[in-house]
């Protein structure tokens, strides 16, 4: 019997099969022994061990349309990353580091920023403006208030969207504002270090009802909350390609394959100082850069 993972705790996994009907699993033995590990949003195969108690074991995953690592869910047709405004002041880095990982996965990306009832417009336009030019969808919501939801959901309808970002922003709310059966509790922000609680243990799906018809179902997954990503795959000498606001200024450099970090005549840079490339995303770039230029074994010394 086919069906979808939709949650997993502690080994077990929830599977809904044809019909709405949800069978707690245990994977065979056979997973360990291969590497596999099957994560929510699997399309795998069941056997069934009792009907009357709906319990079964996976025996099969089958192949992935795309898989993440941070949070791990496969087969997604995009993600939304919401992120505060303000309270808590959005972390660029992470914000990036998201974007690059969806950028590797070809998984195409909607920036969301909460808390627009709080925020002043400079402090919107500033994110706007860093992130617009990149060629991301950026959405400017008020969860508290209703405000953006339905241009979001428009974007939500008939797809499978990850739903992912750090604590503190958001994020409960917003699912109970999709999915209002779903009961999720909304974690209170920490006043003294001014961070959220991370309510969510685990990632799960969700049926948008209210988006869902005879066309097709609108699925929500829904991630727990996370404060630092490491990359997979990516080196300092390719990061540039992950920054496409760079591209029309890299035919200026006067070094082909410029990093853009500390060559003169760069493009990049020259754009940089016109206000042509955004400094936030710039110094994102830098820092980054420098992060996986350490990272990199020095294969030149003699053992």
């Known amino acids: 019997m086919l069906g979808r993972i939709i949650k997993g705790i502690a080994g077990f996994y929830y599977v809904e099969t044809k019909g709405a009907i949800i069978y707690e699993c245990k994977a065979k033995g056979i997973f ?3 590497g596999i590990k099957p994560i929510v949003g699997d399309i795998v195969e ?5 009907e009357e108690k709906r319990l079964g074991n996976l025996t099969d995953v089958l192949p992935r349309k795309n898989s993440l690592y941070r949070p791990p869910v496969a087969n997604v047709d995009q993600a939304v990353i919401l992120f505060a405004i303000v309270k808590p002041d959005p972390n660029y880095n992470l914000l990036d580091k998201y974007l690059i990982m969806m950028r590797q996965l ?3 990306v909607i920036i969301c920023f909460n ?3 709080i925020a002043t417009r400079e ?3 500033e994110l706007y403006d860093a992130y617009e030019k990149c060629g ?5 919501v008020s969860v508290k208030e209703e405000k953006g939801l339905d241009e979001l959901k428009a974007l939500l309808k008939g797809k ?3 739903l992912a970002g750090p604590s503190g922003v958001g994020k409960s709310s917003l699912l109970n504002k999709l999915v209002p059966d779903a009961d999720m509790q909304t974690g209170e922000l920490s006043r003294k270090i001014d961070r959220g609680r991370n309510t969510t243990r685990h990632s799960e799906i969700f049926v948008v009802k209210e988006l869902s018809d005879e066309s097709g179902e609108t699925f929500i997954i829904d991630t727990p909350g996370f404060t630092s990503l490491e990359l997979r795959g990516v080196e300092a000498d390719s990061l540039m390609d992950y920054y496409p606001e760079f591209v029309p200024f890299e035919p200026e450099c006067r070094f082909g394959g410029c990093s853009h ?4 005549d760069c493009g990049v840079k020259n754009a940089l100082e016109r206000g042509e490339v955004s400094k936030v995303r710039y110094e994102n770039y830098r820092i980054i850069y420098e992060d996986l230029k350490r990272m990199k074994p020095d294969y030149s010394r003699k053992r």
């Open 160 to 162: 499978t969207t990850a």
């Open 106 to 108: 070809d998984i195409p």
């Open 32 to 34: 360990r022994k291969s």
């Open 123 to 125: 402090e919107a336009k």
């Open 115 to 117: 808390k627009q009832d």
């Open 261 to 264: 970090i500390a060559e003169p």
């Open 46 to 50: 069941i056997e069934i061990i009792d």
């Open 136 to 140: 991301y969808q950026v959405l400017f």
